[in-house]
Antibody
Framework: QVQLQESGPGLVKPSETLSLTCTVS??????????WSWIRQPPGKGLEWIGY???????NYNPSLTSRVTISVDTSKNQFSLKLSSVTAADTAVYYC?????????????WGQGTLVTVSS | DIQMTQSPSSLSASVGDRVTITCRAS??????LNWYQQKPGKAPKLLIY???SLQSGVPSRFSGSGSGTDFTLTISGLQPEDFATYYC?????????FGQGTKVEIK
């Protein structure tokens, strides 16, 4: 059973960089044709896909965030990470990591529990 | 970006009711349409993929249909555990986008 777990600071100051890590268990980030995504959800609002890293290491980002986003993978730790720079209060959200690719690249079949990140001074 | 529009935004229903939620894409997405269920404080859960395929472990009262731009999620015989928010999502092209959600509440 694949499990994903987000971790990282719950509070980030405006203009700083948000950094989160997703640890994968029950599967490998470097095996199979999987796409490892980040998605966020502002409090009380809907879901926004941030981007993915393919098992090969290639990335694809939402154009609305591409200038500020970096997703990377650490195969030795079986983790992938999100960095979002120059954050503002609008980046306050629950951040989820998820797996796609078992059916289609964008079909997200396993999700982490989510972690709330608040941007505030 | 492909815009996904769900209707209604919310609905009230009783246990045992048949519930239908619709999702419309701003352009054709073939059958690259997924449905998720989200309960308060929890991550979304995949219910339906490729418009009509039931995810393993999901009860058969959930069904999906449609192709092109118009899609439907049906719950046949609403159960107490089905009260939640439902999202459609297109996986046809990036950026993958979600509908605004439909909240199913108890009447």
């Amino acid at each position: 059973q694949v499990q994903l777990q987000e971790s990282g600071p719950g509070l980030v100051k405006p203009s700083e960089t948000l950094s989160l890590t997703c640890t994968v268990s029950g599967g490998s980030v470097s095996s199979g044709s999987y796409y490892w995504s980040w998605i966020r959800q502002p409090p009380g609002k809907g879901l926004e896909w941030i981007g993915y890293i393919y098992y090969s290491g290639s990335t694809n980002y939402n154009p609305s965030l591409t200038s500020r986003v970096t997703i990377s993978v650490d195969t030795s730790k079986n983790q992938f990470s999100l960095k979002l720079s120059s954050v503002t209060a609008a980046d306050t959200a629950v951040y989820y990591c998820a797996r796609g690719g078992f059916y289609q690249a964008g079909t997200l079949d396993y999700w982490g529990q989510g972690t709330l990140v608040t941007v505030s001074s | 970006d492909i815009q996904m529009t769900q209707s209604p935004s919310s609905l009230s229903a009783s246990v045992g009711d048949r519930v239908t939620i619709t999702c419309r894409a701003s352009q054709s997405i073939s059958n690259y349409l997924n449905w998720y269920q989200q309960k308060p404080g929890k991550a979304p859960k995949l219910l339906i993929y490729t418009a009509s395929s039931l995810q393993s472990g999901v009860p058969s009262r959930f069904s999906g249909s449609g192709s092109g731009t118009d899609f439907t999620l049906t719950i046949s015989g609403l159960q107490p555990e089905d009260f939640a928010t439902y999202y459609c999502q297109q996986s046809y092209s990036t950026p993958w986008t979600f509908g605004q959600g439909t909240k199913v509440e108890i009447k």
